[in-house]
């Protein structure tokens, strides 16, 4: 087993639940014992930790999970101990962005098939802020539905952390972009995103608009990581033949659906996750490297709206919920 020089200490402070519910169940320790990485994976020292809406989803109970629980999917930092097995030339030092799980920790023990080594020409707290928001929008334009030039698409909460990321990217595909936001200051940030046409449904009518933009023809897709609150509006906006996909339940899980109700427009329908998209290495690396080039070539913003301390993880979450943020949330442990 590979280690750095560093003396590695035998316990850390992170944010661990141990029943679901409000922001109150998340409890900030500092004594967690520093994990040994197994088979396959390497120790890393968090450096920045990313926020994401499904860390929510895990707390709240929504998405079932064994207690004690360390939140988290993904951070950036240094590889400290690299374990037996696999790890993809992955050595000591590194630095590396990673997803996995129990990220909000001072050190995780992460899978090496899903770490990759940092590109020097981005800055630190880029990566954590663009792995798992970027490759979701990234995926979604390319696998869920591919998005060709001219296509007309619908993005839901186009404000939001993968809602930036999709107006950007659909902004280099070509594609016309119609983005929903609740507030004057998100509409103009979905704008200078690439949402070249915001509808603000708080006093607008959503579908109305969608409907008038598109000739009465309806969107060729949409991106819903709203869920409950917007599929039907959804639905409604889809041109025949159009693909509905729906990734995310900020607003509650999505009823059971009669499907019959897909065969007035020929819509198809899908539920995907990032890492059906990115289960084998070279899925993994082939994206990735992708969003590295599009963040420094295309200069594509990493829109960060701010960094909490650890020890804030509840004024995070709450913030996140209350909509009250535009773009990336990160720790700092």
Known sequence: MASSSSPIPKTMSGVLIEKTGGSEVLQYKTDLPVPEPKEGEILVKNDI???????????????????????????????????????????????????????????????????????????????????????????????????????????????????????QILRRVGAKVIGTASTAEKTALARENGAEFMVDYSHEDVVAKVKGLTGEEGVRAVFDGVGKSTFDTSLECLGRKGSMVSFGNASGAVPPLTIARLSAKNIKLTRPTLFNYIHTREEFEQYTKELFDFMMVDKMDVRIHEIYDLKDVRRAHDDLEGRKTTGKLLLRP
């Open 49 to 167: 930790i990313g926020i994401n809406y499904i860390d929510t989803y895990f707390r709240t109970g929504l998405y079932p999970s064994p207690m004690p629980l360390i939140l988290g999917r993904e951070a950036e930092g240094h590889i400290l101990r690299v374990g037996p097995g696999e790890t993809y030339g992955l050595r000591p030092s590194d630095r590396v962005v990673w997803m996995g799980t129990s990220s909000y920790a001072e050190y995780t023990c992460a899978p090496a098939a899903k770490a990759i080594k940092i590109p020097s020409g981005i800055p630190e707290t880029h990566a954590a802020a663009a792995i798992l928001q970027g490759l979701t929008a990234l995926t979604l334009v390319r696998e869920a539905h591919r998005v060709e030039k001219g296509d007309w698409v619908l993005v839901h909460a186009a404000a939001g952390g993968v809602g930036l990321w999709l107006c």
